[in-house]
Every structure is written in structure tokens, then in C-alpha cells.
């Protein structure tokens, strides 16, 4: 009887062993340490300076290009054809919960404008996708390498519509996110993609520029704290018309795309699409939309699903319309970008208590891997665009855009370039009970105030004044 008990002692004790093991291994403490004591800010902000060092300003006349290619994929019944765009399952990207595509509502694009002064390139890149990949974004740095076109200056976003599809994204998160990962898909979509690029050099003719913007709050609302939480508010517009050929104009956005839910089974560009329809409907030839500070804002307007998309898209595009109305245009621009890849903190995701998440070892097994994310930003003439590899909050940005109003600058500041490093939300909220923190806050407290330092000092940069 002794024995038995002595046997059972010791394989409890073991037990106990592998469990506390298996927690040290799997569950660390919240890293606390403020960013500015760290390693990864120091080795950033000195890439950062040497990159600014380097920095190439040019003035002259402006060249512009434009392009558009339908990216909507047929849902076939029988053998799928991925070289044409046909695929027998496809899950509409953005909720957890979402549908498996069953049709299409309306159809879905990706487009680009190409700008070039003194043979610096900018490229604009958007889609009507939760957003563009990263192993998309891979696939068509690499090809169009190929052209001499470098990654330095390619600004990605998306729309951020959660009715585009997915199965673009490998790792447990991607597949709660977008489905599945069909490499086919990747490969479908970068074809698109870098095809829409090329065509907008080769599309590359004198051209005039403005741009301006419009207070925008009955379609916006703080989605971490409701009306008392601070808004970006502002739609900004950018307005291209080549001196003989078409007109371009991108409107710039922080409401989240999210009207039509994860009840909805069609694929559709959810109030981003309408806004660019209606632009076009009006004589534009191209109307792009970027995602701006996504990470604590929502939609706002009148109706439900369908028609309140339409609602607040139209609405949005009529608000454009006030301002192209009002614009005055050049054909002469001084144009300077910055490109500089970040080092980040350690991944900390999946909250367990306030203090505790998974470890960063653990977290990496459920994540795709994330490799040199890329802070990007340029100016044209009074014009500020500032482009994060992650969902950035508009809380964040107000500050840093009213700072370069006051300046004389107009501004964007956008989201989804490249990486995805989750929501980025001001520091006061992370020990919330929400889902942009709780859930999507992947990089610990100090992020917001991470990247804010930086844009900061590349907005500084670019603008030669201290903000």
C-alpha cells in the first residue's frame, strides 16, 4: 500500500512539473518597459535618422497614371480554374464568424495611381479587400522588382470592407479571420495586383494635382467609447487630372467598414464601394478609397445593411464632391517619401488576466510570421500622407493632424500597408475590456505611443517644421 502511495506522489509531482512547464513556456508577464528604454526603439530610431539623412527631395512637373482591374472572383459549382479567377470556396474576410461566399453583390476592384516627379515614383495601391496580404504584397514586390520598381515606392492600403474574401493568410488567426489558405488565391490576386501597377506607369502622363478635405461626423462614431471618445472626423481627398486623359481622386476615411455584418453571404465593397461608384457615376474616371485610422472608429448613418451602406458611401461622395468643387490645381510639385522598416516588441496576444498573455513563442505559433514592417510617408506640396502597417487609431492620429493643419498642411494618415500588425490604440485603453485592445492589441501598452513618436518625427522631416 505504501508503494502505491509513493508511486502516486511521485507521478502527481510530475505532473504538477509538466503543468508549471508547460505555463512558463506558454504564459509571460505584460511587457511593461516604456518604449523609449528599449532596444527595438533604438535600433529603429537610428535606421530611422539614417533614412532621413538620405531622404531625396525634387520639385517639378507632375506626371500621373491611373489604373483599375476587377478583382471579383466567380464562385464556381463544379471544377474550379484559379488562373481565371474561379473557385469552388471562399470565405468573406474580416469576422470570425463570417459567411462562405455564395455570390456577389457587387463587384469588387483593386486600383492604383502612379505619381512621378523627376523620376522619383510614389505608387498608390488599394482593394476592395479587408486588405491587401502580406504574402500578396511578397509576391508583387518581387515581380515588380523585375521593372525596377522597388517596395520603397509602393504605399499599400485596402478598403477595409469585411465583405471582400479571404483565404489569403496562413496561421490559426488567419484562418479565424479569412478561411482557409489557398496558395491559388495568392497567386490569382498578385497577378491582379501587380498587372493594375504596370498598367498605371505605362499610364504615366502630365498631370495637375490638389487635394483638401471635409469634416465628416455623421458617419463616424469612436467604437472603443462611444460619444464621448475623440474622432477623426475628417474625409480627406486627393484630386488627379491628367492634362489630357482622365481624372483620378482617392478619399482617405477612418469608418470602419462594417455595415454589412458577418450575417451577410455576398461579396460587396460595403460603403467603400458605393462611395467609389458614385464618384464615378459623376464623371470621375477613377475614385480610389483608402482605410484611414481604422482602429477605434466605426460607421454611423441612416438604415440597415444594404441601404445603409449605400447611405453613408453616397453621402461620403457627395461630401467629395463639395471639395473637388472648391479645389485650385498645379502641375508643379515638390515630392519627398520615406521608407524605413521598424523594429517591433515582442508579440503578446491572447489575454489570460491583466498581467498575463501568451507567451511570444507560443503567440508565433498561431501567427503568420511578420517580417521588416515598413513605416512609409510622403509629401506633396502641402500634402501629408502617412501609411501604417497595421489597423492605427484615429485617437491617435488627431493630435499629429491637427499639429500639420496649424502648419499649413493638409493630412492622411492610413492603415493596412504591408504587415498586419493588429489595432494600435491609444495606451490609456489596453487594460479595457474591448475587442480592439483585449483581443487585437498584440504588441503590449506602449505601441501607440511607439509609432506616434515616429510618425512625428518622420512628419517633422518632411515638412521641416517642428510640430
Known amino acids: 500500500m505504501k508503494k502505491w502511495i509513493k ?15 508547460v505555463l512558463v513556456y506558454s504564459v509571460e508577464r505584460i511587457n511593461t518597459t516604456p518604449f523609449f528604454e528599449t532596444e527595438y526603439y533604438k535600433n529603429t530610431t537610428d535606421r530611422l535618422n539614417q533614412t532621413l539623412e538620405a531622404r531625396n527631395t525634387v520639385t517639378g512637373e507632375l506626371s500621373a497614371g491611373f489604373a483599375s482591374v476587377n478583382i471579383t472572383p466567380e464562385i464556381a459549382q463544379g471544377n474550379q480554374v484559379p488562373e481565371a479567377g474561379k473557385f469552388n470556396s471562399l470565405k468573406l474576410a474580416g469576422f470570425g464568424d463570417g459567411q462562405m461566399a455564395t455570390g456577389v453583390h457587387d463587384s469588387l476592384f483593386a486600383k492604383a495611381v502612379a505619381m512621378e516627379v523627376n523620376d522619383e515614383k510614389a505608387i498608390l495601391v488599394s482593394a476592395d479587400l479587408l486588405l491587401i496580404p502580406p504574402d500578396v504584397i511578397d509576391v508583387v514586390t518581387t515581380k515588380l522588382a523585375e521593372h525596377g520598381i522597388s517596395r520603397k515606392q509602393l504605399y499599400f492600403g485596402a478598403t477595409h470592407t469585411h465583405s471582400g474574401f479571404g483565404n489569403c493568410i496562413p496561421g490559426f488567426v488567419g484562418k479565424q479571420f479569412e478561411g482557409d489558405y489557398q496558395p491559388e488565391v495568392v497567386e490569382w490576386l498578385s497577378k491582379k495586383i501587380t498587372d493594375v501597377v504596370l498598367r498605371s506607369v505605362d499610364d504615366l502622363k502630365p498631370a495637375k494635382i490638389a487635394n483638401g478635405s471635409i469634416s465628416a461626423p455623421a458617419y463616424v462614431a469612436n467604437r472603443i467609447i462611444g460619444e464621448t471618445g475623440r474622432l477623426n472626423d475628417k474625409l480627406s481627398v486627393i484630386s488627379i487630372k491628367q492634362q489630357e486623359g482622365k481624372h483620378a481622386v ?9 455595415i454589412l455584418g ?12 458605393y462611395f467609389q461608384r458614385t464618384l464615378e457615376s459623376n464623371g470621375i474616371d477613377i475614385a480610389m478609397f483608402f482605410g484611414g485610422t481604422l482602429g477605434s472608429h466605426t460607421n454611423r448613418g441612416i438604415g440597415s445593411k444594404f441601404e445603409k451602406a449605400e447611405f453613408v458611401g453616397r453621402s461620403l461622395a457627395d461630401s467629395a464632391l463639395v471639395v ?5 490645381y498645379t502641375d508643379s510639385v515638390l515630392f519627398s517619401g520615406i521608407s524605413t522598416e521598424i523594429e517591433i516588441p515582442k508579440l503578446q496576444i491572447i489575454y489570460i488576466t491583466d498581467n498575463l498573455r501568451l507567451s511570444p513563442q507560443v503567440g508565433k505559433k498561431l501567427m503568420y510570421e511578420t517580417d521588416s514592417p515598413l513605416l512609409q510617408g510622403f509629401r506633396l506640396n502641402n500634402f ?9 487609431s484615429g485617437e491617435l492620429s488627431i493630435d499629429l493632424k491637427n499639429a500639420l493643419e496649424v502648419k499649413g498642411y493638409n493630412s492622411a494618415i492610413t492603415s493596412l500597408n504591408g504587415q498586419y500588425l493588429g489595432y494600435v490604440v491609444p495606451s490609456k485603453y489596453y487594460y479595457f475590456n474591448t475587442y480592439e485592445a483585449r483581443l487585437m492589441g498584440w504588441y503590449g501598452p506602449w505601441m501607440g505611443n511607439y509609432l506616434m513618436e515616429l510618425n512625428y518625427t518622420i512628419a517633422n522631416n518632411l515638412t521641416g517644421v517642428k510640430l
Open 324 to 328: 473637388l468643387a472648391k479645389m485650385e
Open 250 to 258: 482617392i478619399g482617405i476615411f477612418a469608418a470602419h467598414p462594417t
Open 262 to 273: 458577418s450575417w451577410n453571404d455576398q461579396l460587396s465593397g460595403d460603403y467603400p464601394g
Open 7 to 21: 508511486i502516486t506522489v511521485i507521478v502527481f509531482a510530475l505532473l504538477l512539473l509538466i503543468i508549471l512547464g
Open 384 to 392: 501629408i500622407w502617412l501609411t501604417q502597417p497595421c489597423e492605427f
